[in-house]
């Protein structure tokens, strides 16, 4: 990620680990803590996006003064304490940047959120320095605004070739590249997990063609290479995610396996389960559900030695809904067992850091879309309604997600009027999320609702939904 300790006196000067930082998390793992950080803000009325990646580059310092709007948060969490005691310098000692070299500027390229036009404002205290900020202006007024913040963040993404650079172009790529591809991957993720992935994936998509220009570049250390590879690869399985999310299957298929085939040059076991994690979710909703259970054991196969048993019930859970696509109640039943018995084993440091979104609202989200393929509506539909209600704020696109997934179920069980309630409740959310597999679920719950349309509420949500506009690809 960027680091703010890269001075312009200092360029090479490697960063020192806030030992102070690391103590207060305690026990907690880094995404334990990074939600609380979440909550802090949402206490005094911030807005942040923290993740464990967040937490690592503080405690590895790389973030050595953290933005303004991180400082509050934190001096609201340890009152009494300043930042020095936090384990951060004085923002004396990291302003005042010069121009950036070559290098940086292609970094920066490959920043899909970076609003570089944009004026010198109160929260962004580096005007030449975007990346090392959590968020940037656009970034965050995306987060802020409500109808409108999916155009509003999509506009920012490209185009952001490196080769419009001649000068960045003739240089091998280093740690600032390797940084920027690293931001550009966390960023996207930031930004579906609030509004979906229509309107971003075709502008996501050019970071990713500079990411891999920089592999065809070579690195001149090996350390910055794998890091290359492992945030090309990331990035990748991002993008192939909004194309998978914005109904783009075969533009989705052909990332993850450019993905999988990184991790397969460079050795990266998890890269590896990352890239069949998202095959096999992709395969069940294009219904190949015998490949999307090939995939997951696959998945489970490179994540073994990981020992991450997060990642390894997420990896089950990919494996029912194959088994629930094949009808095989009794395969998707054990996989479900395996999965939950892994959940319950907590977090652990060898957690993907991709894996912040996997909670017990996920785990019970993808839990109800099993047994809804399987045709029990009512446990689905009990399922769903635990995810709805255990869904941090923070994911905009699975509360939107979850509660479709809920009005589905209760039509099919035969409960319209609570169907409707729910259904009414996502519209509200399409102001603020885009997704195409949403709308396609609503679609589909206004069908089996057309009959009932005398029920309390289902006329409202049938008018609502037949207004909607069509989504565009783009």
Same mark, same amino acid.
């Given at each position: ?14 960063p020192?680990p ?5 103590q ?14 979440? &909550?802090?803000a &949402?206490? $005094?009325?911030e #807005? ?14 790389? $973030? ?42 292609? @970094? ?9 036009d944009?004026?010198?404002? +109160? ?16 970034? #965050? ?15 920012t ?5 490196? !080769?419009?650079d ?21 960023? $996207? ?12 994936? #075709? ?9 891999y ?29 909004? +194309? ?7 533009d ?25 994690c998202?095959t ?27 020992? =991450? ?16 696509g094949? @009808?095989? &109640? ?27 979104f996997y ?25 769903? #309604? ?7 704020p923070?994911?905009?696109?699975? %509360? ?6 809920? !009005? ?6 035969g409960?319209p009027?609570? !169907? ?7 519209l ?7 997704? =195409?597999? %949403?709308? =396609? ?34």
């Amino acid at each position: 990620m960027a680091s703010s300790t890269d001075t312009s006196a200092q360029p090479d000067r490697p960063p020192r680990p806030n030992t102070a930082f690391r103590q207060l998390r305690g026990r907690r793992s880094p995404a334990e803590f990074a939600a609380l950080v979440r &909550r802090a803000a &949402r206490e $005094i009325g911030e #807005r942040v996006s923290c993740d464990a990646r967040y937490v690592g580059r503080v405690e590895a310092g790389e $973030i050595r003064c953290p933005n303004y709007a991180y400082e509050r948060v934190f001096l609201h969490m340890f009152p009494g304490r300043t930042l020095t005691d936090l384990g951060f310098a004085p923002r004396s000692t990291v302003r005042g940047r010069g121009a950036r070299p070559a290098t940086a500027r292609a @970094a920066a390229a490959l920043d899909p959120f970076c609003d570089r036009d944009a004026p010198y404002g +109160a929260h962004r205290p580096y005007p030449n320095d975007p990346l090392n900020h959590e968020e940037s202006d656009v970034l #965050r007024r995306a987060f802020m605004t409500g109808t409108g913040a999916t155009v509003a963040a999509a506009a920012t993404l490209g185009p952001l070739g490196i !080769a419009t650079d001649a000068s960045a172009a003739s240089r091998r790529p280093g740690t600032s590249e390797a940084a920027a591809v690293e931001e550009a991957v966390r960023r $996207i993720r930031l930004l579906d997990d609030k509004h979906g992935a229509d309107g971003l994936y #075709r502008r996501a998509a050019e970071p990713l063609r500079a990411a891999y220009a920089l592999l065809d570049a070579g690195a001149t250390r090996q350390t910055t290479a794998e890091r290359l590879h492992s945030g090309a690869g990331e990035l990748a399985i991002s993008v192939g995610w909004l +194309a998978h999310d914005s109904g783009r299957f075969d533009d989705a298929r052909s990332h993850y396996a450019e993905a999988l085939a990184t991790s397969r040059m460079t050795g990266d076991a998890a890269l590896e389960a990352h890239a069949f994690c998202n095959t096999a979710f992709l395969a069940r909703d294009a219904g190949r559900p015998r490949e999307a259970v090939r995939a997951a054991q696959a998945a489970q196969r490179a994540a073994r030695p990981l020992g =991450s048993p997060r990642l390894m019930s997420l990896l089950a859970l990919r494996e029912a809904g194959g088994w629930a696509g094949l @009808a095989d &109640r009794a395969g998707c039943r054990q996989a479900l067992v395996r999965a939950q018995a892994l959940f319950g084993r907590g977090t652990s440091e060898a957690d993907p850091e991709w894996m912040s979104f996997y909670g017990e609202a996920e785990l019970a989200g993808l839990e109800a879309q099993c047994w809804s393929t399987l045709g029990d509506w009512r446990r689905a539909a009990r399922h769903a #309604r635990r995810a709805t209600r255990l869904q941090d704020p923070h994911f905009s696109r699975n %509360i939107a997600l979850y509660t479709a997934e809920l !009005a589905d179920d209760l039509a099919r069980d035969g409960h319209p009027d609570e !169907a409707a309630t729910a259904g009414l409740s996502v519209l509200d959310l399409l102001a603020q999320v885009q997704s =195409s597999r %949403i709308q =396609s679920m609503l679609a589909g719950t206004a069908r089996v609702l057309l009959p009932h349309r005398r029920a309390s509420g289902v006329a409202d949500f049938l008018d609502r939904h037949a207004s909607l506009p069509r989504p565009r690809r783009g």
